[in-house]
């Protein structure tokens, strides 16, 4: 969760909203994602849309079984999506997202794919208040 931390603050520094992911596969960071959307000119490049290409594309395979996401907000209901597609054995994220949160929606991941909350919750959460506090001035 750290490196998705670490990703999440790349985001912040670009004025994106400051959502960081990583996908690991067998304890390697395969692929990596920051939110881009305002750069990139796309509601798409969302940070975990682009962790999942960049780990599809290292893998060769569309299929992410046998890989973890790592994300600091609770990914979306579009991400979610991508996440069943994908069928990863597992997506861990730090804080909630109450507005826009897939979990909002029901069951939303592959069956298979187990998930995780809360992990580094509050340092996910200080990222996006800070931001949000920042565009409120």
Known sequence: MLQALA?????????E???GAVVVFEKQIIG?????TE???DVTAHAEMLALTAAA??????YLADCTL???IEPCVMCAGASYWAQLKAVVFG???????F??????????????????????AALMQAFFSLKRK
């Open 103 to 124: 979990r909002r929606h029901g069951q939303l991941l592959h069956p298979k794919t187990q998930l995780r909350a809360g992990v580094q919750a509050e340092a996910c």
């Open 39 to 41: 750069q990139l000119r």
């Open 17 to 19: 909203i400051p959502i």
């Open 57 to 62: 594309n290292h893998l060769g395979n569309k």
């Open 95 to 101: 804080a909630s997202e109450p507005k826009v949160g």
């Open 7 to 15: 990703e999440a603050e790349k985001a912040l520094a670009a004025d």
């Open 70 to 72: 790592y994300v600091t």
């Open 32 to 36: 990596r994602g920051y939110n881009q």
